[in-house]
């Protein structure tokens, strides 16, 4: 399996950019996805993860209302749409997929076996 992470890049705070990530070398369509950001010098941290089905997200509080994650199961692909961006929105993004089909969100970056490149975004002025 490999994940294609893009769309990042620079904006000005208040900002929007919209994340995808393309899955291949597997139908995707009963995984959970998620994704996470690692800034530097910190941990890789939780952002947002939709179940399986699509009917349910989950997001971290630093992002619940200005971020939405979607997913198109035909494309492969999850998406990040990302507004109203902050400077300390500023990180490495990284879309993930757990090993098993059916498996329910997790916030901790152990519960996931595939990871994307990561696409890095920045927030300044």
């Known amino acids: 399996v490999q994940l294609q992470a893009c769309g990042g890049g620079w904006v000005q705070p208040g900002g929007s950019l919209r994340l995808s990530c393309a899955a291949s070398g597997r139908t995707f369509s009963r995984y959970t996805m998620a994704w996470f950001r690692q800034a530097p010098g910190e941990e890789r941290k939780f952002l947002a993860g939709?179940?399986?089905?699509?009917?349910?997200?989950y997001y971290s509080d630093s992002v619940n209302g200005r971020f939405a994650i979607s997913r198109d199961d035909a494309k492969n692909t999850v998406y990040l749409q990302m507004n109203s961006l902050k400077p300390e929105d500023t990180a490495v993004y990284y879309c993930?997929?757990?090993?098993?089909?059916?498996?329910?969100?997790?916030?901790?970056?152990?519960?996931?076996?595939?990871w994307g490149q990561g696409t890095q975004v920045t927030v300044s002025s």
């Open positions: 939709i179940t399986w089905t699509g009917n349910q997200r």
């Open positions: 993930a997929l757990p090993k098993e089909r059916n498996a329910s969100v997790g916030r901790d970056s152990r519960a996931y076996y595939y």
